[in-house]
């Protein structure tokens, strides 16, 4: 079946970097894109950019450019995302999700996120 | 940039009423980039709806969405105890790419 599977739980100090890993299975990696969420201690969801696994083509958001890297390993099928001068509002669980460009029928595309990661909860604190 | 706003913020319900939730778009928002999500404590995100209107692979047919252009809607037709969750609105857009609207918590009354 389609799963991403993610990285165990970090601690990390301010100031340092993390890098969490998504490795997807049970489907083609390079037909997809993936797009990294995270989620602070009891708030909603926040988009933090995308990778496309076929060309390794990237967009962030505006907030974290310069902090954060996205990669893909398409020989394992893995999704990275690396955040750099981390904060202690940098607290968060980190989502992988898949995300799909699907054709419809009257030549228009249907974009969203199909398959989710469990996430990765990542603390920061000195 | 788009901006997403979800009304109510909670909406306290029992098992078997029907549930209505918005989500209000700051400008017009394609109907086909427009997507609901499920989220329980401790669980991520399940796609409920994409296309503003189609359900996801495996969602029951008492979850149905509408609307257009500014107004879009997810309704619930009768509460199940599994269905009392946190409802996110998305969008696809140009800049930035996805936006979230701040969720709508379903609760037991």
């Known amino acids: 079946q389609v799963q991403l599977v993610q990285s165990g739980a970090e601690v990390k100090k301010p100031g340092a970097s993390v890098k969490v890993s998504c490795k997807a299975s ?6 997809y894109g993936i797009s990294w969420v995270r989620q602070a201690p009891g708030q909603g969801l926040e988009w933090m950019g995308w990778i496309s696994a076929y060309n390794g083509n990237t967009n962030y958001a ?4 310069g902090r954060v890297t996205m990669t893909t390993d398409t020989s394992t099928s893995t999704a990275y995302m690396e955040l750099r001068s981390l904060r202690s509002d940098d ?6 999700a898949r995300e799909v460009a699907a054709a419809g029928t009257v030549g228009y595309y249907y974009y969203y996120m199909d398959v989710w990661g469990k996430g990765t909860t990542v603390t920061v604190s000195s | 940039e788009i901006v997403l706003t979800q009304s109510p913020g909670t909406l306290s319900l029992s098992p078997g009423e029907r549930a209505t939730l918005s989500c209000r778009a700051s400008q017009s928002v394609s109907s086909s980039y427009l997507a609901w999500y499920q989220q ?8 409920l709806i994409y296309g503003a209107s189609s359900r996801a ?3 029951p047919d ?3 969405g509408s609307g257009s252009g500014t107004d879009f809607t997810l309704t619930i037709s009768r509460l199940e105890p599994e269905d009392f969750a946190v409802y996110y609105c998305q ?3 140009s800049s930035p790419r996805w936006t979230f609207g701040q969720g709508t918590k379903v609760e037991i009354k």
Do not use: E, M
């Open chain 1, 62 to 65: 505006q907030k974290l450019q």
């Open chain 2, 91 to 93: 969008q696809y857009g």
């Open chain 1, 91 to 96: 607290t968060a669980v980190y989502y992988c």
């Open chain 2, 40 to 47: 329980k404590p401790g669980q991520a995100p399940r796609l």
């Open chain 2, 57 to 59: 692979t495996g969602i």
């Open chain 1, 26 to 31: 049970g489907y083609t990696f390079t037909s």
């Open chain 2, 62 to 64: 008492r979850f149905s």
